[in-house]
Nanobody, 118 residues
Framework: VQLQASGGGLVPTGGSLRLSCAASGSIRRLNVMGWYRQTPGKQRDMVAESTNEGSATYADSVKGRFTISRDNAKNTLYLEMNSLKPEDTAVYYC?????????????WGQGTQVTVSS
């Protein structure tokens, strides 16, 4: 599967953005889809993950502000980001994982820049 992320931009502190990650095929069989973010010189960290069984996991720093969701009909993953803070500034990447015959297959989308001005 190929992933195409979009929706980043420049917003003021307290603003909102919605990121989208469009998949080239059906996302129903993707066991996990998620959003990660990375700043220069630092590792890529998990922001939110969603399983195809309906559960979601969030990094502590975004709990209560970010919401991850899937639209299976549109083969798209979303990240609704509210109450944005300058420390949310990063390149955001979408990720998909499929477990098949004991192997985990992983795909990454290109990043989308999110900048929150103070």
């Amino acid at each position: 599967v190929q992933l195409q992320a979009s929706g980043g931009g420049l917003v003021p502190t307290g603003g909102s953005l919605r990121l989208s990650c469009a998949a080239s095929g059906s996302i129903r069989r993707l066991n996990v889809m998620g959003w990660y973010r990375q700043t220069p010189g630092k590792q890529r960290d998990m922001v939110a993950e969603s399983t195809n069984e309906g559960s979601a996991t969030y990094a502590d720093s975004v709990k209560g502000r970010f919401t991850i969701s899937r639209d299976n009909a549109k083969n798209t993953l979303y990240l609704e980001m509210n109450s944005l803070k300058p420390e949310d500034t990063a390149v955001y990447y979408c990720n998909a994982q499929r477990l098949l015959f004991g192997q985990t297959y992983t795909a990454w989308g290109q990043g989308t820049q999110v900048t929150v001005s103070s």
